[in-house]
């Protein structure tokens, strides 16, 4: 056999509409959108960047603290602190642009109307390689329940975003691990018009402050994240893609290395997202792709999309 | 008078560095870590600070820890080294107080808004608090370069907790040290001694690095004598590159409208009169984007 | 103020009907029947023993690997290995009983009829402190779904074990936190008759064998625990002590130190369990009693009552 | 002739000890290292092992990684010494291999049943398999003090990976070497010599330690000379103490009946012919407790 070199294992990557060179991209709230980063390296060299949940008007986020470290991994209480739309259109997507990025922008709003005016508005935008909806919100017209947790609300808010994308311009449903039932959010989403899932949002989670034993963060609970949730993202990613193989999934959750990438695909994710390792790690995003194609080659696999989906027995039944 | 941002200085930017300890010595309650990791001394400005990650190759700790730039060298003999000085506080920089010569330790450097610089040679208090003192000598060097006079005021709760008492005697023109118990110098807080020494030496700028609560003081005894206040502040920092949204304070922009600002990257160095410091811990009432009442987020 | 001396604090705990002398027990499945940790430490030392999940019959368990380290953390499906209700009540509760520790005894069934079966024979064995319902079982009746991911069936195992369990012998449910909401869960077993809740059992995650790509578990997924989950530990015994204020509580999931246990009573759990720390340290759960004692003691604190559900503001207001 | 149990020597049961670096040593592909760590030697018995954690004060691995005991020194000039040999596999060896002399290292042992050791002076074979000679040497020593003769083979993929060799000579009175690939001694598998050894010799009881599938063979070696053997596995364990179930082998018992038993108690050390080689990593039909077909779990 001849040695696979990792510069010739091709790595491009079709999620629904959308064509990406590699599979790696940041997770959503972990790059901003992206200019920060490029301090450490070219945004373009990225599969894709998913920007920061972006909603219709700007918004203050939560009190601090925002933060609190856990056993690997951290809690967040952000509160989806950003400018709001307009501003995004005009200084964030165009900058993204002009650097020859891939942007997947993530979408987040309160009502069905603000989700659809969010997927109108960015979804015309040219340029803009896919949307990612972020359920993770309270719906504030059903009593600030987050749709992620009800697969009704969560596919009313897909079958609406869907509606006012542009054809051409994939939608990809993300979803929260808090619930009884992922697979059942999963199959409401698709059947709702979704063209595709990403997995997984924070968990909910709290922390202690040993000093006051009062709650941590200014927003009391707080979403956990880190190679902590590895094992959880996984799971769902691998319930997801076996229940409905012929999806497109996006995993995401504690992956810090090349190696936590290729176990996402093995789980059946086409591609793959870095959120907050890139705390631990400015650089983590192109150090997975770099490592990622350095574990293919050893094991000898040419192309990244050989490898999606092998840990499930009855789609990749094990070579003789 | 108006201080203006440290001139652009080319090479700019943060690098990550896997650096190597150099030396590690305990100075009264703190750490004086020198690390050897080359292209940060180059890029540093007073104020900047560096994160270091902790815990070794299979950490449980994810995040970095930020610190202060107490000195620089340029690349010489040993490579460019990065000094910091430190508290063992919680398990990650208990972990740090264990690092020998030659372990590795990765830095992130350098990051955020350093202290700005006035264009005039002017009189500056630069006031520190506990190992907050550790930025000021940079910037003392750099306000003499500048023909400023340097006034420095070092307080903390006891004298094993003050950091370079010595050394600024060498950095400034007069040295005032305060600590709460009398072990030292007057008893009492920063800020005691401070409005005398502004009025004796005519202080158009104060700097000020230290806990939060001290911040604020000395930014009202700067503001009531009608002086510039530059403040270098610590809020819980998850990225310290600007992406996270997790260090923010409420700071005053221009326009008068409140912002939730990043400390990491728009700081940690802000105008002390433009921190909204009684409502840091909140979303004040008016801010950019806050909720609005009878709306649920 | 005179300092507080460790050995002073008052470390006495009520759970319902159960008097317990500190609030520190094992986890069930993590110190099997107490007999290997008696090399460490005293058993009669903890305030209670919670043996491994009993079932009726006999059970081979799993095939392996039946572990796998994840960060901070590890997954386990042993699938419940044990040697059945007669050689338990033969041979590891009667050791218990001779060694003055205090037995919790933890049942699992795959049908109503197992767990009132369990819970006849072991509520009427002498010398039982209580019984903890592992509700993480499959339900053979009904099409094998796990009977703690649903209200209704959750609470149908409760009504059947308080029914059959002598007065005097509290019942505890300990419930699982892969559910859209703990807090209906807890409401449904408590309407049903349970004296308190045990939170949390496992997350149900993944993990993939980077040589084969496959699931590295013989089970295909497993239990997530160690100190990755405590933030979500601590935010189910949060949201449920906030919505049940009355209900005794026993926290889990996570707890190394003695600092751990303190948030943990903090966020409103009226005693811990020491689980997966075990494996790291066998002394671990002597340790954490040492170790909240002083905690406590640093704080002033003379009785540990005082502290439970010190985290919430409209339980307990700030003092001023 | 049936070996027995090794006596009972007291003081017994497993410690957990804080212990110190004393050495590290690269020996080919392996590291030796050795820890001071009180009480541990005077309990150790050959084919015990010790379990250590990993990863330092923040570590993100919480579970201890277990090695077969090489040596023992009962406390001395130095205090009681635990040696082991190990391979830099995953992260946790990774960081093992990282140690230095004084560095801490948490340790609890000894755990596990033992080598069953024979009454009478019979003649053995002891089998290992890359670092599983390390745990023979104590047994050779054993055997020899009870006039048992001891012949030792030892098999690697290639030179670097054999361990002990050396040591042998002076252990034994024959010693096999067999490399996979030839780079010394005898190319090919331990079994390849052993069949002609065990007859030449006479052998009666096979000791062995290396990966499963030598252990199955040279089981199947012994068994058809009508030898005992006595086999130390290696399954992964997350406790080591007998609490978790993680461990579990299917083992025959005395009743014939089929047990999932827990290989850090009951094991590491089998009587070979026990375990049903064929079905590690499934639960045979008919194990004690096994699913009824029809019956979901
Ligand atoms: C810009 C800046 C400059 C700093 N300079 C210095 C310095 O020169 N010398 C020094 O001793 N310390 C300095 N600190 C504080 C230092 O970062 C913390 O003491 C350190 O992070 C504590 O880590 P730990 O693991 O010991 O504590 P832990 O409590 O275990 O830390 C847990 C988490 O909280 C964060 N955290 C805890 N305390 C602080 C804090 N005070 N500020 C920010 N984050 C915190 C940690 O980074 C970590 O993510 C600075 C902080 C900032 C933001
Ligand atoms: C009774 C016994 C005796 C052993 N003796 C030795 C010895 O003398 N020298 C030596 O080099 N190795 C020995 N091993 C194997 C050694 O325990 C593993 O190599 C080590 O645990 C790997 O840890 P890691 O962090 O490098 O690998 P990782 O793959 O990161 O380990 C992840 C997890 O899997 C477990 N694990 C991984 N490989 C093994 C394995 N082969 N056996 C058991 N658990 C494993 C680890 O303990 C850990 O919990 C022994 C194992 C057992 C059970
Ligand atoms: C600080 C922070 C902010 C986040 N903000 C968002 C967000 O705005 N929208 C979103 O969909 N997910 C957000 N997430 C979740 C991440 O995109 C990701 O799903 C999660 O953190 C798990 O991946 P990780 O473990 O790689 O971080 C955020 C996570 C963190 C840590
Ligand atoms: C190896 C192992 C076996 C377990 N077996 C049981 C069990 O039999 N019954 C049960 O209710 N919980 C069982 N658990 C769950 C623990 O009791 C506990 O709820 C969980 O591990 C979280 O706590 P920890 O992080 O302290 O381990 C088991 C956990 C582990 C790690
Ligand atoms: S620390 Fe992440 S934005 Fe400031
Ligand atoms: S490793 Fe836990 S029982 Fe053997």
Redesign the interface.
């Known amino acids: 056999m001849t040695r696979l070199r990792p510069e010739d294992v091709d790595l491009t990557t079709v999620l629904a509409d959308a064509h990406l060179d590699n599979p790696v991209m940041t997770a959503s709230g972990c790059a901003a959108s992206g200019r920060e980063l490029h301090q450490f390296f070219d945004v373009a060299e990225l599969g894709a960047v998913v920007t920061k949940s972006i909603m219709r008007d700007p918004r203050s986020g939560r009190a601090t603290p925002r933060m609190a470290e856990t056993p690997s991994g951290m809690l967040n209480s952000i509160g989806l602190q950003g400018p709001g739309i307009d501003s995004f259109l005009a200084t964030d997507l165009p900058w993204l642009l002009q650097r020859d990025a891939r942007p997947i922008v993530s979408i987040a709003g309160g009502s069905l109307g603000e989700y659809a005016e969010l997927a109108r508005r960015v979804g015309n935008t040219p340029g803009v390689a896919a949307i990612e909806v972020n359920i993770s919100c309270p719906n504030v017209e059903n009593r600030g329940l987050v749709f992620a947790c009800d697969p009704f609300q969560a596919a009313r808010v897909l079958a609406v975003v869907r509606r006012d994308t542009p054809r051409g311009v994939p939608v990809f449903a993300k979803l929260s691990p808090d619930v009884t039932s992922i697979v059942e959010v999963a199959a409401a989403v698709m059947e709702a018009g979704a063209d595709g899932l990403v997995l997984i949002n924070t968990l909910l989670g709290l922390h202690i402050d040993p000093a006051t034993l009062r709650p941590s963060l200014g927003g009391v609970t707080g979403g956990l994240s880190g190679p902590a949730v590895k094992p959880v993202a996984l799971r769902a990613v691998w319930q997801a893609t076996q229940a409905l193989p012929s999806v497109p999934v996006i995993g995401v959750g504690g992956i810090r290395t090349g190696a936590d990438a290729l176990e996402f695909l093995a789980a059946g994710a086409s591609a793959v997202q870095v959120g907050t390792a890139i705390f631990n790690d400015p650089g983590a995003p192109v150090r997975v792709i770099r490592e990622l194609r350095q574990e293919l080659a050893a094991r000898g696999i040419a192309k990244v999309s050989e490898v999606v989906g092998r840990a499930h027995p009855s789609l990749h039944p094990p070579s003789p | 008078m108006t201080p203006v941002s440290a001139e652009a200085t080319t090479p700019r930017?943060?690098l990550?560095v896997e650096g190597e300890v150099f030396s590690i010595k305990r100075v009264g309650d703190y750490f004086h870590l020198t690390v050897v990791a080359d292209g940060i001394a180059e890029r540093a400005r007073p104020g900047s600070f560096v994160a270091l990650?902790?815990?070794?190759?299979?950490?449980?700790?994810?995040?970095?820890r930020a610190f202060s730039i107490y000195r620089v060298r340029p690349a010489g003999v040993y490579g460019g080294t990065v000094e910091i000085v430190f508290a063992a506080h919680g398990?990650?920089t208990?972990?740090m107080a264990?690092l020998s010569p030659h372990d590795p330790v990765n830095v992130?450097g350098p990051l955020g808004h350093p202290f700005a610089q006035p264009l005039e040679p002017v009189s500056c208090a630069l006031v520190g608090g506990g190992y907050g003192s550790a930025p000021l000598f940079a910037l003392a060097e750099r306000l003499r370069e500048r023909k400023c006079a340097v006034h420095m005021v070092l307080g903390a709760a006891t004298e094993s907790r003050l950091f370079g008492t010595l050394e600024a005697k060498r950095a400034a023109q007069s040295v005032t040290v305060t600590t709460v118990d009398g072990s030292v110098g007057i008893k009492g807080l920063v800020t005691d001694p401070l409005p005398a020494l502004m009025t004796r030496n005519g202080i158009e700028v104060v700097y000020s690095c230290g806990p939060m609560g001290m911040l604020r003081a000395v930014t009202e005894v700067a503001t009531a004598h009608g002086a510039w206040s530059q403040t270098a502040v610590e809020?819980?920092?998850?990225?310290?590159?600007?992406?996270?949204?997790?260090?923010?304070?409420p700071v005053v922009g221009d326009d008068n409208v409140t912002?939730?600002v990043r400390s990491c990257?728009d700081g940690p160095v802000f105008a002390g009169d433009r921190v909204r410091w009684d409502d840091?811990?909140?979303?004040p009432a008016g801010?950019?984007?806050?909720?609005r009442p009878g709306?649920?987020?």
Do not use: D, F, K, Y
């Open positions: 930017g943060p990550q990650s902790v815990g070794g190759p299979i950490s449980g700790a994810l995040l970095r398990p990650g208990t972990w264990q992130v809020e819980s920092m998850a990225c310290g590159i600007g992406v996270c949204m997790t260090c923010v304070v912002r939730m990257v840091i811990g909140t979303v801010t950019h984007g806050a909720p709306r649920p987020r």
